[in-house]
């Protein structure tokens, strides 16, 4: 059977991730992103209002115009996990294709709402919903399944091809995390299994490939929360913290410190509201029930006015804004535009790493500066990331002894240090490790 | 009653630390410690054999002639915790008094190990094991305190000095841990109570004062450590990790988490042997029965060839080494220069921060190439550091409310962000806020 | 005879420079600055309508009611050249004082320019020019000398204040420049004299004390500039290059080149036209009869269109925007919001080091991905700082061989590495070298 | 005709330089490098007594042994400068090839004394000096010829191949210099004109490709020295000065900026008169009569004598050593081994930059501390690298548009920013932009 793979987004940067495989005469899509930073850049622009071509110009989106080259039949869309490189282009590109949206719960319910709202396209695809350890078959001696893995969103899985070629699996976005607070582990045995059963091809996500050592678990950084939290279990002022808000287990970790340290915990920001109202509604974390979530400004400044009043000492604001977003919750709050007033002395606790990026660093400084100028002070980077590092790479490189293997993910800056560790491993470049862009096909069997 | 503080060593770098406090006519000095780095530099010095004028020269040492201005007899030196840099110069100078040397159990066996392997002179101080909690009177209406703290070595105090003028409290080298796997937390509470009481002066390190955000609890560093060996529990190879000698919490953790993957720990390298022993003697630690520990070259190497014969997979040697240093027994390893054969894919964990200057960077890379030219995956950076970060700074100076504050520990770039740090919590330069030099005097109460 | 020294501003950070000496009953005052960035932190602030009040508070400019503390009379108000930095806090202070304003005749014409643009005060000081080598007497026995020195604006010199206990000499924002391109060298020879004739105190700029080295000549960045653009010569697109307005060398530099490979320079943006005005018309500078300067939108754009349409080969736009400023000229080019259009291939020379401040570093870093997004190449870091580095600073103490020093114009992390020089020359901090702040006094003799 | 590329030798790392190109039945080899760094990793190795497969094994020199499926004979083997990383294997590998060593005259002269230092083998290869300009025949229809380019060694040139099927040009080691102090400026019209002949490949040094704009001319670099040392003029202690020793051009700056201000240069250190001794001997440089050169350590001892009897103040030693070598002359002046002693206020000027890794960053360091220890002042960094820029590359493109592009002289990650550069001109991975590594053969015409 032909095997097929063309890398159409998200092999030049971080971003508007997209890749087909096709076995024959049918093809799997995986993941269609939205590279956020080039819609940012210019001023006034609204996605949802944006025709597919416009946002390809731009290279926001994927430019899917190379599917017409691939010989077969879109038999699915399979997005990988909630977040927005990942599932920001379904409502702009999947209308195209006659296949449903397969995805896990989570996933699915996040695509639903992007869908939603999006203005421009009307997306009728079916909906499907699919859990890690589930299969679904494409066509005779073609089946998907996905594997469950662990990332900094809940519900992320590994889609795999089996062919009968052997399988494609397509690896972006996790990390091997053991014990990840919400969730089941990394299924490393299936992994395995795989492994032994036969991999054609690996398509890995390189973000931290040159970060040395493996990324900890989450429960590392839960316990890091926890001793920062516990350390301010004496103070009597104001603690407010921000954390990526679809982050649901770290927000839940947030949640409970809150509680152990006496305060009570409210969830502020839009975007806090939307992922982990939609995570508690699909049962996938179990809030208090008395947790407040707000997403309207009107409700938010209602809420801060409650706080004020009751007693600053008594609430954690978990709140939007964790890389100094100018319209973001943390920021207004920096800028005194909520009723919410930090004190000398009052704790910022940033549970997020800065993205690296100089833009975000400016804004992030600058969020920083106007906290301090109202006399706060900063806690940060207590987190760990959702992606590989080296180590994590070699393990999985050790489970899946894969035929061929295409690093994506990234620009060729980061691919480099992939290379590196997968060269140590055995692999040639031009032989089985096929550096690829945007746009390209590989042939793996012809 | 007259209150004069001399800042006689560790004021303009780290290491060779050195403070007399007098108060009316009794000096109590805290810590007389090497700076190692200053002796390294040059090639073939021993400073066993070394007369002190000429460690003071090459700024090895505290220049401690500064005592004959301070009117007043010593009549106690208080070495904080068992690091050289805080005792290392114990040996060449503390002869020049007539007063006992006071510290607490684990680091007065390691200052008694120092006088011991000196060989130029002959200390014969009184050797005086003090508890933290205890106190001990230096005259009418002046005592000595011990307040537990919790740094990266076992048994580590904050030495603080009542005066009729309120307490002087030196607060260096430490982290606020609440849960530091060996020992008791920081006792915050006396802290808070001598704030309550009135502090005169607080001498303070700033080694991390510039770093934001708050240093982890050692609990930290060990789920951080738990997980990463965990991680390899399904490796059937060579596995080796290395840590500070000293952190004997460390090497508990390390011991530990092998017996968990089902490996034989052992401690290789004459500091390891050292350190460890001491604890375990004093009953520091617990260690199993059956623990190795082998400091003779001899012994390592029969070691290493009995897990060579036995088998790599059964064991996790903890050695020395952990900065590169070129005669440790990580790099002679790196270089095949022991019995124990590195093989492709073999982890080697650095459970330890490369100390941020050159020479170690050069040297510790030098290690990692060495080990990876072997095949060996590095998983470094495995740790929490003994120090107070910025938050920590703000937390003592919340608790303590000194009318004085010294900056120690530091060049005067490690000043600066301390200064920040204090300016933000209303201290002023040229008033409560004292900038000083090695060999400068204080007069705090005239 | 009394001296006495008030550090008003710029003593803890980079900006609003304000320092008071009085000798006897007669002060000084040199500098009145504004620090912009705490302008800009904020939203829609507009400093021509506020209040000194509110701009104190905003720690945008100094705080001069420390000045009701020096008991004397403002004499003169000394602005040391014409930055912002020194010179944009006098419309909202200078007012306060029945002193004339006292600078060389380029700074005094920028001062003019600010009085003039002033909403909210009436500013009626008188307005003295004085030239580099002349003097001025303040009082028996009190000298005001300006001393020539070199930096990146034409026309800077040192205030030096000789009075009968020697001189006090204000040495801020300065390199030694043996050959500045436009004007004469920095008068070392003088400041040898001085030094010989005793220097009571000396008041240092401590931008670049840590950098190694010296400074070099403005002369060696014209000779970089000059390689960058001769490697253009044959390329037949556009070209178009940025640098500081303020700095007439570097302009005349640019201008001289482009006529050099044979093509027309323009200068566009309003600060372009209001720094190159002023140089032009008071014959700092000698410009091509021809050159155009405009800074007013539609002028600049109906060149633009003139340039698109004779071809952009034959023409060097000489733009502002070498930070990425989000409303600068070559923002908006990079925007295409103007009618030049770029192309690919077409070269970008930014005369300017990127000032090292997140803020900054993100918005600089936006500009040039939208540039680059264009296809335009970057040449950038052409340039040399106006400020001394550390070797400078050592040559100026073995010229002047100050009784006291000062070191200003930093934060304290900004000091430090000065005080590392001052010490390895021989200063000792509480003696004669002497840590500040803003707002405090410093009694040199009673 | 058959052409096909063997990419045998730093296309991983910086060092053992070598390529094989095919043309039909004949083979040309460009360079035959050393990589010292996996040399000096390794204690007491002296690679002259060593075999070429041990050197191989160590990753020392290039792995010839893939020459064996190259079908055809070897013409010539072709060093393109005398950097070690170029020709530092011919002493090696040579002798197996029956075959001229063909090379510029100085580039031939160093070839000589690296056969004339070797034990193991005898090299008996003839050697024919060609100049920039000429050109060989090789076979019907193939011919080479010399490009002359500047570089940080005299004599520097980029062979280019022609064949029916295209010139292939290999590009390694050069900048763009229009004004290179010694020598011809590189011939770029000579490049243009291959251009528009038709380039078929063009094998690039990658060095420097992640770093912006383009490399200054060594023009910049002698101003920038001329300036630093002018600005000494009035210092009279000791100055001294290093650079590296095949830097004649450099060499040639400072023996004339000594005499300018009044002191007399003297060549100190075996690298030293070994380049300089050499490049006299030839006529490239025209140095003093009475410039003294000496290599061997009595005579370097005996002339530190003499300086230090006559006085410092009137020479100026240009010595070894500015990486901070263990054992290069500067280092022994650092540790007070030789008889000139340095005193507070000494300047040493580093005419070189710090190779950016951390072995070598270690060792600088150690050997600053050293100067530092001594009262020595560091001018450091004046210096312009040997390597093209980001835009160079880009320039280069321009000039020839090659039909092939194959990247060399790094690892991935130094690959990845140069693809980057290609990229942006319009070349693909995978179609015309070849990414290769050590060992691998491409096939360019069938």
């Known amino acids: ?30 993941d269609m992103g939205l590279n956020l930073s080039k819609v940012l850049i210019h001023d006034n622009v609204e996605t949802e209002r944006m025709h597919s071509l416009d946002l390809i110009d731009m290279g926001a989106i994927p430019d899917d115009r190379v599917m017409s080259d691939l010989e077969g039949d879109v038999q699915a869309i399979v997005p990988t996990h909630g977040h927005l490189d990942h599932i920001g282009a379904i ?3 999947a209308h195209r294709y006659d296949a449903p949206i397969v995805a896990s719960p989570f996933t699915l319910e996040l695509v639903k709402q992007e869908i939603d709202s999006e203005e421009k396209f009307g997306v009728e695809n079916d909906l499907r919903a699919m859990e890690a350890g589930e299969t679904m078959s494409i066509s005779e001696g073609v089946e998907l399944e996905f594997v469950n893995v662990t990332h900094s969103v809940i519900d992320a899985i590994n889609p795999v091809l089996h062919t009968p070629e052997g399988a494609v699996v397509y690896g972006l976005d996790k990390r091997i995390d053991h014990d990840p607070v919400i969730g089941d582990p990394i299924d490393m045995d299936r992994f395995r299994q795989i492994g032994d059963e036969g991999v054609l091809c690996y398509i890995e996500d390189c973000t931290n490939a040159g970060k040395k050592g493996r990324t900890p678990s989450e429960s590392v950084a839960r316990r890091h929360l926890k001793d920062a939290l516990t350390s301010m279990e004496d103070y009597d002022g104001g603690i407010v913290a921000t954390t990526f808000s679809s982050h649901i287990a770290r927000v839940k970790s947030l949640v409970e410190f809150a509680d152990d340290i006496g305060r009570q915990p409210v969830l502020l920001g ?5 992922y982990s109202g939609t995570a508690e509604r699909l049962d996938f974390v179990d809030f208090p029930d008395d947790l407040g979530m707000y997403g309207h400004r009107k409700s938010v400044d209602r809420t801060f006015e409650q706080i004020m009043s009751e007693g600053k000492e008594d609430y954690l604001p978990i709140v939007t804004g964790h890389q100094g977003e100018p319209r973001a919750m943390l920021t207004r709050m920096a800028r005194g535009e909520t009723p919410y007033e930090l004190e000398n002395g009052d704790k910022v606790v940033f549970s997020a790493r800065v993205i690296p990026e100089p833009t975000n660093e400016g804004q992030r400084y600058q969020a920083e500066r106007l906290l301090g100028m109202q ?3 900063i806690y940060d980077d207590i987190h760990v990331s959702g992606h590989l590092r080296r180590e994590g790479h070699y393990e999985m490189l050790e489970a899946l002894r894969p035929d061929n293997l295409i690093p994506a993910h990234q620009s060729m800056e980061g691919f480099a240090p992939y290379v590196d560790t997968a060269e140590a491993f055995g692999f040639e470049i031009g032989e089985d490790l096929h550096i690829t862009r945007n746009g390209n096909m590989i042939q793996l069997v012809e």
């Not at 839009?270 to 939307?274: I, T």
Request: hydrophobic share 40%; net charge neutral; glycine share 12%.
């Open 1 to 30: 059977m032909e095997i097929e793979i063309a890398t159409i987004g998200g092999y030049e940067e971080v971003g508007r991730q997209m890749t087909a495989v096709r076995a024959g005469n049918d093809v799997v899509v995986f």
């Open 91 to 93: 409502s702009k590109l």
């Open 270 to 274: 839009r975007s806090m509201e939307k």
């Open 375 to 377: 006399g706060a002070r």
